[in-house]
């Protein structure tokens, strides 16, 4: 799924969410991935972000390929603890934004 989501990255996207996020991963998965949509045309990898993450996800991987295909809402996944969500809420929902731009994408 980063894979993709790096080559949707642009410096039109970051200007429009100004957030990086962290994710903390369980199951297939494990692991911890960042996404900074806050500094120059954005990136995305495995490992702590390169600046404090405004909001933090801890999820399944399961769950977290699942949001990013359009099969699970983040405010659903949220609400029912699919999914933990800590940092800027605000920030935190812009990703659902950007999901929705992705799923035809991958």
């Not at 970051?14 to 991935?33: M, P």
């Not at 359009?70 to 920030?91: C, E, Q, R, V, Y």
């Amino acid at each position: 799924v980063f894979t993709k989501i790096e080559a949707f990255l642009s410096s039109e996207l970051v200007d429009k969410t100004k957030a990086v996020y962290s994710f903390t991963l369980t199951g297939n998965d494990t692991g911890k991935w960042y996404l900074d949509l806050k500094n120059g045309s954005g990136a995305c990898g495995r490992g702590d972000p390169p600046s404090t993450a405004d909001a933090t996800f801890a999820m399944s991987s399961e769950n977290f390929f699942k949001m990013f295909t359009g099969s699970l809402k983040p405010t659903t996944a949220f609400m029912s603890g699919k999914i933990k969500i800590s940092g800027d809420m605000s920030k935190a929902m812009k990703l659902e934004t950007l999901m929705g731009k992705l799923k035809s994408k991958l």
